[in-house]
Every structure is written in C-alpha cells, then in structure tokens.
C-alpha cells in the first residue's frame, strides 16, 4: 500500500478476518509469500502488534513467519504477546492481505483503502 493505512482497529478486524478466512496453516503461508516480497526496510521505523489487538494465533504465526524470513528486527525484545514488525514490511502485509481477501470479509473502510490503492491514489 502506499500510503493510505488503515488504522490499527482495522488492521486487527484485518487479521482476524484473513485467520478465519484462510486458518491458519493457509495464513501461514499467504503472510511468507508477501513477505518474500515486501524487500528490505529501508528505513529502520517499526510497528507493534499486540494479542490484544490481532490474538495469540496470530502473534505466534506472525513471530514463526518472520523468522523464516529473515525478517526480524534486531536489538528488539518482544515479549511472548507482542511482534515487532519494520513499519515497511507490516504495510506490505496488510496491503497484501486486502488485496488477497474477498470484499464480502472486509469493512466498508477497508474496501475503500483497498480500491484507493488500486487505483493508485
């Protein structure tokens, strides 16, 4: 995405809805695809994800795919219920997910972040 972020509640709603929608095995594997591809931070700016916003499956799920990929942040502790994220590869997640998620699983807010970025406004 470029950006137009949605805000945390709706990257929460996001993630809940993309785990419901593909389990969690499928998640898995939809987050290290677009990982792969989100490229280098160029910027060392991180994000937060917290269980009590996006859950503990998701949390776990998301620390296993970051190592896999090479992606973690160093001379960062998270503890057990928090992911530290680059800030550019945590808006390439949530931009990959609304483009891989039905429209019927997304909230009016993001469709339209969704079909701005489509549109590349």
Do not use: C
């Amino acid at each position: 995405m470029s950006g137009n972020r949605i805000d945390i509640s709706q990257e929460a709603l996001l993630w809940k809805a993309a785990l419901d929608h593909f389990g969690q095995s499928e998640l898995y594997q939809v987050v290290v695809e677009l990982w792969q591809g989100a490229g280098p931070a160029a910027r060392p700016t991180v994000e937060y994800l917290d269980e009590h916003d996006v859950g503990p499956e998701v949390i776990n799920l998301l620390k296993i795919a970051q190592v896999e990929v090479d992606g973690v942040v160093p001379f960062r502790e998270d503890s057990s219920n928090r992911v530290t994220l680059y800030s550019r590869h945590a808006q390439h997640l949530v931009g990959g997910l609304l483009e891989k998620m039905p429209a019927t699983k997304l909230t009016q807010t993001m469709r339209a972040a969704r079909l701005s970025t489509q549109l590349g406004m």
